[in-house]
Antibody, heavy 119, light 111 residues
């Protein structure tokens, strides 16, 4: 059974960079059929796709966040990572990682991790 | 990319049926048969409920069904149960230059 697990600091100061890692187990991140994505959900609000990465490194970023987002992959560790720079309180959210197929279906999700932006 | 439009809330009594709508455009919902629905209970990760408009993953009860007409997709929950009380999100493929767009979610209350 495929499992995804987010990890990283739960508290980030304003203007700093948020960094999270998603570890994939029970399957290979190098599957040719899937992308790997980051999705966030501010408290009490809906889901927002941050971006995706293919195991070969091809990325897609949400245009609204593109200038601040970097997603990378480490196939040797079966992990992919998110960096979001210059964070503000508006970036406070639960961050999820998920497996995404080529037509945007997200079938496996991590449990999510709350990141709070505060000084 | 613009978010898909979902009503913020819906309700029904146990045993009844309720239908949620998800309205997009001719560039997403109307263009492709790749609409997905997700169920999210409080404090939990979203769970895939429906994919490719009307297909159910293994383990999802057949009380959940999906359909699409034009730019609007719909999710129907039949035989409402207390455990169906949750938030429901739709998403749609919108072309090879994107990885999909979400709706704002509908909160289902079982009365």
């Amino acid at each position: 059974q495929l499992q995804l697990q987010e990890s990283g600091p739960g508290l980030v100061k304003p203007s700093e960079t948020l960094s999270l890692t998603c570890t994939v187990s029970g399957g290979s991140i190098s599957s040719s059929s899937y992308y790997w994505g980051w999705i966030r959900q501010p408290p009490g609000k809906g889901l927002e796709l941050i971006g995706t990465i293919y195991y070969r490194g091809t990325t897609y970023y949400n245009p609204s966040l593109k200038s601040r987002v970097t997603i990378s992959v480490d196939t040797s560790k079966n992990q992919f990572s998110l960096k979001l720079s210059s964070v503000t309180a508006a970036d406070t959210a639960v961050y999820y990682c998920a497996r995404v197929n080529i037509v945007a279906m997200m079938d496996y999700w991590g449990q999510g991790t709350l990141v709070t932006v505060s000084s | 990319q613009s978010a898909l439009t979902q009503p913020p809330s819906a309700s029904g009594s146990p045993g009844q049926s309720v239908t949620f709508s998800c309205t997009g455009t001719s560039s997403d919902v109307g263009a492709y048969s790749y609409v997905s629905w997700y169920q999210q209970h409080p404090g939990k990760a979203p769970k895939l409920l429906i994919f490719e408009v009307s297909k159910r993953p293994s383990g999802v009860p057949d009380r959940f069904s999906g359909s699409k007409s034009g730019n609007t997709a719909s999710l129907t929950v039949s035989g409402l149960q207390a455990e169906d009380e949750a938030d429901y999100y739709c998403s749609s493929y919108a072309g090879s230059n994107t990885r999909g767009v979400f709706g704002g979610g509908t909160k289902l209350t079982v009365l």
